[in-house]
């Protein structure tokens, strides 16, 4: 088992910056990518960034490419999500998730195990 647990979610002013944080505890997400999604009210859960193991490999989402950056402390197992910019379409609640080895990083079902999500409102 793996538990995931976020924090960092708020109330930001449009234009302003957070940063989220996911920890890992219990079996590790060691050797696996990791992934922010978020779902917005009466939204589907969408793919927001992702970050292979090795940190080769970084992933965007249109809309977030050059505002967010994902990144990883490998030996804290933490995932954070630093979030500039921040527009009012971006409030959602925030979930990070662990890939299962297989799939489309993009696609939630790819992903075994997530957080309980922290929630991100930015006003305008």
């Known amino acids: 088992q793996v538990q995931l647990v976020e924090s960092g979610g708020g109330l930001v002013q449009a234009g302003g910056s957070l940063r989220l944080s996911c920890s890992a505890s219990g079996r590790t997400f060691s050797g696996y990518a990791t992934a922010w999604f978020r779902q917005a009210p009466g939204k589907e859960r969408e793919f927001v960034a992702g970050?292979?193991?090795?940190?080769?490999?970084?992933y965007y989402a249109d809309s977030v490419k050059g505002r967010f950056t994902i990144s990883r402390d490998n030996a804290k197992i933490t995932v954070y999500l630093q979030m500039n910019s921040l527009k009012p379409e971006d409030t959602a609640v925030y979930y990070c998730?662990?890939?299962?080895?297989?799939?489309?990083?993009?696609?939630?079902?790819?992903?075994?195990?997530w957080g309980q999500g922290t929630q991100v409102t930015v006003s305008s």
């Open positions: 998730a662990k890939y299962q080895g297989q799939g489309s990083y993009y696609q939630f079902n790819s992903y075994d195990y």
């Open positions: 970050k292979d193991w090795d940190g080769r490999s970084t």
